[in-house]
């Protein structure tokens, strides 16, 4: 029972335009949300999170958007760079589990030159 | 400020062995998680402790345990080993408490089993 869904492995952009990750969930006792950045063999790097009072939180090229009656959060990369190219996981944790961190499977998001 | 640490990086392991891994979390931080990563997954939950005291375990079986030290620092010790232990272990630390934390992750430990 997956209740975290990244329903697209990859994703491929062109440098310079928006990438456009997408997250869905079944929970709707989750109230924190989470995206991460991962390179081969390193650990998973946070980059942004949105609580589930918020409908969107903007860092620099980053901004996270959670709907929260369509159970759905997107992460948005403007403008996108080639160092951008990873694996990003987007993860949710609910009070009721002590904020144990539920994943998705990921997307590899490729930016081309 | 050193972030999250673990060791070893990397080792191998022959079926049926035992193997310590160990954590150090980001200073301050009081709780310490870990997760199992395969290929082509997300990391998936194995232990959280908070304040030395195991606050959650995933669903892995009983040859997979952890403890938390008084200087917050954390070992995940599994037995018997597999080949499908084979994995990347990561080491997550945050500040605990009761509200929702952003977890910062560390390198990783990769076991391989043969």
């Known amino acids: 029972d997956q209740q975290v869904k990244q329903n697209s492995p990859s994703l491929s952009v062109q440098e310079g335009r928006i990438s456009i990750l997408n997250c869905d969930y079944t929970?709707?006792?989750?109230?924190?949300f989470l995206w991460y950045k991962k390179y081969p063999a390193e650990g998973p790097t946070f980059l942004i999170s949105?609580?589930?009072i918020k409908d969107k939180n903007e860092d620099g090229r980053f901004t996270v958007f959670l709907n929260k009656s369509a159970k759905h959060l997107s992460l948005h990369i403007v403008p996108s760079q080639p160092g951008d190219s990873a694996v990003y996981f987007c993860a949710a944790s609910a009070k009721d589990s002590n904020y144990q961190l539920i994943w998705g499977a990921g997307t590899k998001l490729i930016i081309k030159p | 400020d050193a972030g999250v640490t673990q060791s070893p990086t990397h080792l191998i392991k022959t079926r049926g062995q035992h193997v310590t891994l160990r954590c150090s979390p980001i200073s301050g931080h009081k709780s310490v998680s870990w997760y199992q990563q395969v290929l082509g997954q997300g990391p998936q939950f194995i232990f959280q402790?908070?304040?030395?005291?195991?606050?959650g375990r995933g669903n892995f079986p009983d040859r997979f345990s952890a403890r938390q030290f008084p200087n917050y620092s954390s070992e995940l010790n599994v037995n018997a080993l597999l080949l499908g232990d084979s994995a990347l272990y990561l080491c997550?630390?945050?500040?605990?408490?009761?509200?929702?934390?952003?977890?910062?992750f560390g390198e990783g430990s990769w076991l391989t089993v043969v």
């Open positions: 997550a630390s945050s500040l605990g408490g009761l509200s929702g934390n952003t977890i910062y």
């Open positions: 402790y908070y304040e030395k005291e195991e606050r």
């Open positions: 949105i609580s589930s």
């Open positions: 929970n709707s006792m989750f109230d924190y």
